[in-house]
């Protein structure tokens, strides 16, 4: 084994998961054409692949039971708190635009409730100073 | 209703339709299987983690801000799920301190193989098992984890090539 059957060997397992890039490929090919260890560990990759393969398609049916059993959970749930025809105004302050919108209108108007006070405040100050 | 995009059947789902949120389980059921499977290691609690997920998702589904976002956001709560499942082992472990540590108690018999998935780091364990489950597709996984194409193709050679050691490792041991 030299050193360029470590590089081959990190692209097997991207050749045998079909992702190695096309350009590499070629090289790949003829490295294996003259080197039985690397043809050796990329049949070993390729039987783990169908390993896998066959492994997890096995889930395939605990899938479809598992879907159901959910769907079926769903369908005893009472509808959460919340849901229906009084849900209007809480789904509304749930949007994060309306939240932020609505702060936005509460500090302006705060900030427009001060400075009419101040104006009043000076304007009643200026007042009983002249009234003296 | 199977090819209605999330957006609508997120929408639906927050009134309270049912068969709306079916669709979306049979949907992403498989996924966040896949997470929690990747992340535990273990069959029975994964699917007992996915179960909780999906049912949960339905009861919070008004939090979701964004309807277009519900695969990301139902694998957020999958994994912060599984976290939480974690913690509480670990503690239940230390308490009865007698649990062998990650090795799976599933009675599948492909026993070596499933031993060796499970002995992967979690960072390469995730992106490998998703990847059987996804169809083998590289592209979505990454859409789902959030992370790069490339982080995704690299997780997985890594992956393949610890799972290959560990197999590799077994067989000797065997014999």
């Known amino acids: ?132 | 209703m199977d090819d209605f995009s999330d957006d609508i059947l997120v929408a639906a789902s927050r009134r309270g339709d049912k068969r709306a949120y079916s669709v979306l389980v049979k949907r992403y059921y498989r996924y966040v299987f896949a997470l929690c499977f990747g992340i535990l290691g273990n069959f029975h609690d994964a699917e007992d983690i996915c179960q909780d997920t999906m049912l949960k998702g339905y009861e919070k589904i008004k939090r979701l801000y964004r309807n277009d976002r519900y695969d990301q956001w139902i694998l957020r709560i999958a994994k912060n799920l599984c976290i939480d499942f974690l913690r509480s082992k670990k503690r239940l472990r230390g308490f009865l301190a007698k649990q062998p540590s990650g090795v799976s108690n599933d009675v599948r018999d492909n026993g070596v193989l499933e031993n060796a998935i499970v002995r992967l780091p979690k960072e390469y364990r995730v992106p490998l098992v998703m990847y059987y489950f996804d169809n083998k597709s590289a592209t979505t996984i990454a859409k789902k984890l959030r992370i790069s194409h490339s982080g995704v193709c690299q997780r997985i050679r890594l992956a393949r090539q610890e799972l290959h050691k560990l197999l590799t490792e077994e067989v000797q041991d065997e014999q």
């Open chain 1, 1 to 132: 084994m030299n050193s360029s059957c470590d590089k081959i060997r990190e692209a097997a397992a991207d050749f045998v998961t079909g992702v190695l890039d096309k350009s590499a490929v070629k090289a790949f090919e003829d490295h294996l054409a003259s080197c039985d260890g690397c043809r050796s560990y990329l049949r070993s990759l390729s039987n783990e692949e169908e390993l896998l393969t066959s492994h997890f398609g096995r889930f395939e049916g605990d899938m479809e039971k598992g879907e159901a059993a959910v769907i079926r959970a769903i369908d005893r749930l009472e509808l959460p708190a919340g849901f229906g025809i009084f849900s209007t105004g809480r789904l509304f302050f749930e949007g994060q635009f309306a939240k932020h919108g609505f702060a936005a209108v509460v500090i302006v108007v705060s900030a427009i409730y001060f400075a009419v006070t101040l104006s009043w405040i000076s304007q009643i100050t200026a007042c009983i100073r002249q009234s003296m």
